[in-house]
């Protein structure tokens, strides 16, 4: 399968932002389980989406060659209030633009570091486009809102879950390619659970 154009891949981050701001803000329970990862409320995962984002917004705009810990990225861990759906949102909107326009920025072919043996900015891009399309799954199924996703970045997301598999179980082991069914944002590293952080974390903004 061919890859789509990586202006489609950081127009899909921007459109599953927006959607996913909408269900922040739809007067929907932050703190509603997710079926699908019930370790998780609403809350957690929408943070755990900002996060990647924040993580994958700083890997590309300093071209890093290693991976970078989240205890370094700044606005990892969001707003310092919780159940403030106010303020995530404003958080996933000033994190969701970073990422986009980082991202057309930097172009496919800029080389950084990632997980899967495939160092460049365009593989961060189709990473992000399919990690939110499935997170705002995930978050529409906890409050009971209709979800669509198109064709395209459907077939392409089954496409990146299935022909890299061999090839990251040779380059960084089964768990991290995902095999055990985690969450692929930080090659596995992600499990279906909120992560804690000390509150000084919270405080920072994701900012250039």
């Known amino acids: 399968m061919t890859f789509l154009p990586h202006d489609r891949y950081c127009d899909e981050i921007a459109h599953q932002v927006g959607q996913l701001r909408a269900v922040v803000t739809s007067g929907a329970d932050l703190t509603a389980t997710v079926p699908t990862g019930p370790d998780w409320s609403l809350e957690q995962l929408v943070r755990h989406m900002g996060e990647a984002l924040c993580w994958v917004e700083l890997l590309v705009r300093i071209r890093a060659q290693e991976d970078i810990p989240e205890e370094q990225v700044p606005g ?44 460049n900015a365009g593989f961060w891009a189709r990473r992000m486009a399919h990690e939110i399309t499935v997170h705002r799954a995930d978050a529409t199924l906890a409050v009971g809102l209709p979800y669509e996703v198109a064709p395209e970045i459907a077939a392409d997301a089954i496409d990146e879950w299935a022909r890299p598999r061999k090839r990251e179980r040779a380059t960084v082991g089964p768990e991290a390619a995902g095999v055990s069914g985690r969450c692929r944002c930080r090659g596995g590293a992600c499990r279906r659970r909120p992560r804690r952080r000390r509150a000084r974390r919270a405080r920072r903004r994701c900012r250039r």
């Not at 707003?79 to 980082?102: F, I, K, Q, S």
């Not at 920025?105 to 043996?117: H, M, N, R, Y």
């Open 76 to 119: 990892a861990a969001g707003p310092e209030a919780r159940g403030d759906a106010a303020a995530l949102d404003a958080w996933l909107a000033e994190t969701g633009e970073r990422v986009v326009a980082t991202l057309r920025e930097a172009g496919p072919d800029t080389k950084v570091w990632s997980w899967a043996g495939v160092p």
